[in-house]
């Protein structure tokens, strides 16, 4: 049976916004060893199917294509956001440790 994960991927450094962040994604495991190519030094894989990265909009989605392709699937939580509220104003004050 093929080995899948399904998360919902963290926003990353390089995003100020939530775009495309509430999509879940599914990705497969590696099936074999990979191996060192001895004239490039490149790793390589019999597997293509690592390479397949899969993007749903819900939950129930994916878990209804990893139960129609007989999958086992591990689920990773969904990462939550925290929102640290602070007033501009705290840039600014006396007791500020620099």
Excluded: C
Aim: hydrophobic share 35%; glycine share 6%.
């Amino acid at each position: 049976m093929v080995q899948a994960r399904i998360y919902r991927p963290a926003k990353s450094a390089m995003q100020s916004g939530k775009a495309r962040n509430n999509q879940w994604v599914l990705e497969f495991s590696p099936q074999g060893p990979g191996f060192i190519d001895p004239i490039m030094g490149w790793r390589g894989s019999e597997d293509t199917l690592h390479q397949v990265r899969l993007t749903f909009q819900t939950l129930e989605e994916t878990l209804a294509y990893a139960k129609k392709m007989n999958l086992a699937v591990q689920i990773d939580p969904a990462h939550s956001r925290r929102v640290r509220p602070k007033s501009y104003a705290d840039n600014f004050r006396y007791d500020k440790v620099r």
